[in-house]
């Protein structure tokens, strides 16, 4: 999608490692979010970044770590990798977090 | 806390038949809401939203949706769907907390 790309589009790791995605943003919003799509679950929230250094937890943070120093960048790490991780992550963007989201072409990620 | 139900996991149909995704949700203050749709291997894009105002909204691709608020329901319609139609999509709630929480999805299947 134009202005938000996703890093990279297809990882495999394996237990126990640690792992990052990255967002970068084109369009200087203000928020932006993280999320995992996993079947008969839709999307369910990670975290999301109100700002520059300012982030907070969703519905199913445990596992997850988020930083953004940057307007334009917000990194997802998962510190210790599991099997249950293994999903197709999509970072989304929105100017004022109420009138709709852009997302990226997101991350599948694959945890052997 | 807001939800939202999809009734329909997958909705199959005939091509230039009409078809209507189901969308329920749930919360203690105003909302605004959200259609996206996914095609295979993409991204969410969206369709159409309702902020405030008409309760009829329309949106891409020949889409429309009506918010009703007394049965807390804002589903999906279209006239005549097309082949190109097939993805998933995905209904959206947000009240001012800047957080969308989506449905689990509802895969529309057009045929010939």
């Known amino acids: 999608d134009a202005g938000i790309t996703q890093s990279p589009r297809h990882k495999v790791t394996e237990t126990g490692t640690p792992v990052t995605l990255r967002c970068h943003q084109t369009?200087?919003?203000?928020?932006m979010y993280w999320y995992r799509q996993d079947p008969g679950h839709g999307l369910r929230l990670i975290h999301y970044s109100y700002g520059v250094k300012d982030t907070d937890k969703g519905e199913v943070s445990d596992g997850y770590s988020v930083s953004r120093s940057k307007t334009e960048d917000f990194l997802l790490t998962l510190e210790s990798a599991t099997s249950s991780q293994t999903s197709v992550y999509f970072c989304a963007i929105s100017e004022d977090g109420n009138y709709g989201y852009t997302f990226g072409s997101g991350t599948r990620l694959t945890v052997v | 806390a807001q939800s939202v139900t999809q009734l329909d996991s997958q909705v199959p149909v005939f091509e230039e038949a009409p078809v209507e995704l189901r969308c329920n949700y749930s919360s203690s203050v105003s909302v605004y809401l959200f259609w996206y749709v996914q095609y295979p291997n993409q991204g969410l894009q969206l369709l159409l939203k309702?902020?405030?105002?008409?309760?009829l909204v329309k949106g891409i691709n020949g889409f429309e949706a009506e918010f009703n608020k007394s049965q807390t329901s804002f589903h999906l319609r279209k006239p005549s769907v097309h082949i190109s139609d097939t993805a998933e999509y995905f209904c959206a709630v947000t009240s001012t907390a800047s957080k969308l929480t989506f449905g689990t999805g509802t895969r529309l299947q057009v045929t010939l």
């Open positions: 369009e200087n919003h203000r928020y």
């Open positions: 309702y902020l405030s105002g008409s309760t």
